[in-house]
């Protein structure tokens, strides 16, 4: 027979994923390393308070972000994003429940890009550069994915950034 369920147990809340893509304003372009300290520290903060996790990725001046956690937790923190006037021209390109984490080891993975970079060499998504309009809910999926291995093959002390672009 099934054990009884204990009353004091509480189903997990149900995992939310969203995915947008921005625009750097030239002001963030121009200081990008510098924004990024700033994004980074007090991102990881709040989003380990909130039980999110995500990844994000700068490329050619643009931000395409990953957050995941509880739908409350990350419709806080997409809200808080959403209104930072460090970036523009928000798109978004997912926002769904989800069944597992993706980017379950970081409070925010983080990794600076060019498009030539070669670690996107054969992702159509990059082909033509980092062009937002284009970019589907796996295909945004896929270049998160390249950042998140190459952060695992960063090792155990792991990387801040994966190779922090020039
Ligand atoms: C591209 C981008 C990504 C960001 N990602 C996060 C994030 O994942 N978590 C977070 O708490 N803040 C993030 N921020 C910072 C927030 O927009 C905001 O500055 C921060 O939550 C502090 O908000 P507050 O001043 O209203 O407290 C991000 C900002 C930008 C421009």
Not at 18 to 29: D, N, V
Not at 128 to 155: K, V
Request: with cysteine; net charge negative; proline share 7%.
């Amino acid at each position: 027979m099934a054990p009884a369920r204990r009353t004091d147990e509480r189903p997990a809340p149900a995992l939310q994923r969203l995915i947008y893509a921005s625009a750097a304003t030239p002001e963030t372009a121009a200081d990008m390393a510098g924004v990024l300290d700033d994004i980074l520290q007090a991102g990881r903060a709040c989003n380990a308070a909130l039980g999110v996790t995500g990844a994000l990725l700068v490329c050619d001046g643009w931000f395409l972000q990953l957050l995941e956690g509880p739908k409350e937790s990350v419709r806080q923190v997409y809200g808080a994003v959403s209104s930072d006037r460090r970036h523009t021209d928000l798109r978004l390109i997912e926002n769904r429940p989800a069944a597992v984490r993706q980017f379950g080891d970081w409070s925010l993975c983080c990794g600076v890009f060019r498009p030539d970079d070669e670690a996107f060499a054969g992702e159509p998504a990059m082909r033509d550069g980092f062009r937002p309009e284009t970019l589907t809910p796996a295909s945004s999926l896929g270049l998160l994915s390249i950042l998140r291995d190459l952060q695992h093959g960063a090792g155990a002390g792991g990387l801040d950034s994966a190779r922090p672009a020039a």
